[in-house]
């Protein structure tokens, strides 16, 4: 029985370590696009524009990832049953992919939900690894 628990810890483990990449990838490119969005502010053109637009291409790329991997992570916290011990509540940072990109206005609309979705990254990390310390204690 204990060998098996160990497996399923080390699966939530691995699991969890994929989450929090795929979370400080979409961070990184979060960044970029924040930085591309300033200087489109700032009147940097069409060519600035179309670079800001391919950093949050990544971005949303990488968070759909880092959902995926969340999801796979929370499955591997309830095959160890430590989903209640943890207190791990994952609904609410799994929902942050579904509208990021949804209804741009304007310019500062889009520096807004990039400053949000990068909230919502850093808050999901910094749960990620309060998680997998927990798991390796």
């Given at each position: ?18 989450a929090l990449?795929?979370l400080?990838?979409?961070r ?15 009147g ?20 759909d ?21 943890l ?7 799994l929902?942050?992919?579904d ?14 939900k990039?400053h ?18 927990q798991?390796?204690?």
């Amino acid at each position: 029985m204990q060998h098996n628990y160990e497996q399923e810890r080390l699966e939530a483990v691995q699991a969890g370590e994929r989450a929090l990449s795929s979370l400080e990838n979409a961070r990184n490119k979060l960044n970029n696009a924040k930085n591309w969005g300033i200087a489109d502010l700032l009147g940097g053109g069409m060519f600035t524009t179309m670079l800001k637009r391919s950093k949050m291409s990544d971005a949303q790329y990488y968070m759909d990832q880092a959902k995926q991997d969340l999801q796979k992570f929370r499955k591997e916290l309830t095959d160890i049953d430590a989903a209640g011990y943890l207190n791990v509540q994952t609904g609410d940072f799994l929902t942050f992919a579904d509208y990021f990109f949804d209804g741009f206005v304007a310019d500062w609309l889009v520096q807004d939900k990039i400053h949000q979705a990068r909230q919502q990254v850093d808050d999901a990390i910094n749960r990620v690894r309060g998680i997998l310390v927990q798991l390796d204690s």
